[in-house]
């Protein structure tokens, strides 16, 4: 049973194309990350959501914008695509605790390795 | 500042060989939570281990061990006995209760390959 999963796993598109990926999972969780991972493995939070409503919108160039129709999913757009945007991005999720913190176990997705030509 | 590090970059050993990956974290809160993921070859992140900051008791779990220190602020993972199949990079992560929402802070990782 796949938990959290994601597509494409690989993309490879050109400067200046549109490309979204997208994220599910199964777990019941109601939080929702996106994490890049540069060449060199650091891997940082950009986006963060829980049900629905976004929690964490790190310094990230606006061409990039998540969306979430609901809480087992979390897609992620990019606009106008650069050389700078190929990474890896993992999709990961948790479950909110009981007094509201968010430190509970993230759990990721495979990810998706974008390459821009 | 980084808020955990991991400053063995590569390690390499061969099989059968115990080795520890060493993992500081620098934090204010007093309620924390520290994590080490696996990244194999595959490129996936596998969940290891969580600790809460008032949880200072080792734990084992297999081959694998973890020891918490609170007053050196380190987190660090022993694999006894390494076998080919623990080669990957493994990540150190720190999350924090007070207001940074769930972030998990990542450390740079260390690639450990063991040699057959």
């Known amino acids: 049973d796949t938990a959290v999963s994601q597509t494409p796993k690989y993309l490879v598109t050109q400067m200046g194309n549109d490309k979204s990926i997208k994220c599910e999972q199964n777990?019941?969780?109601?939080?929702m990350y996106w994490y890049k991972q540069d060449s060199k493995k650091f891997l940082k939070i950009m986006f963060s959501y829980n049900n629905k409503e976004l929690i964490i919108n790190e310094t990230v160039p606006n061409r990039f914008s998540p969306k979430s129709p609901d809480k087992a999913h979390l897609n992620l757009h990019i606009n106008s695509l650069e050389l700078g945007d190929s990474a890896v991005y993992f999709c990961?999720?948790?479950?909110?605790?009981?007094?509201?913190?968010?430190?509970?176990?993230?759990?990721f997705g495979p990810g998706t390795r974008l390459t821009v030509l | 500042a980084q808020k955990v590090t991991q400053a063995q970059t590569e390690i390499s050993v061969v099989e059968k060989e115990d080795v520890t990956l060493d993992c500081v974290y620098e934090?204010?809160?007093?309620?924390?939570?520290l994590f080490w993921y696996k990244q194999p070859p595959s490129g996936e992140l596998v969940f290891l281990i969580r600790?809460?900051?008032?949880?200072?008791q080792n734990e084992i779990s297999g081959r694998y061990s973890w020891n918490f220190q609170k007053s050196t602020s380190s987190f660090n993972f022993t694999i006894t006995a390494s076998q080919v199949v623990d080669s990957a990079v493994y990540f150190c992560a720190l999350s924090e209760r007070g207001s940074t929402l769930g972030r998990l802070y990542f450390g740079r990782g260390t690639q450990l390959t063991v040699w057959p």
């Open positions: 934090t204010r809160d007093t309620t924390y939570y």
């Open positions: 600790r809460n900051s008032f949880d200072e």
């Open positions: 777990l019941g969780h109601d939080t």
């Open positions: 990961a999720s948790s479950q909110m605790g009981l007094t509201g913190d968010f430190t509970d176990t993230q759990y």
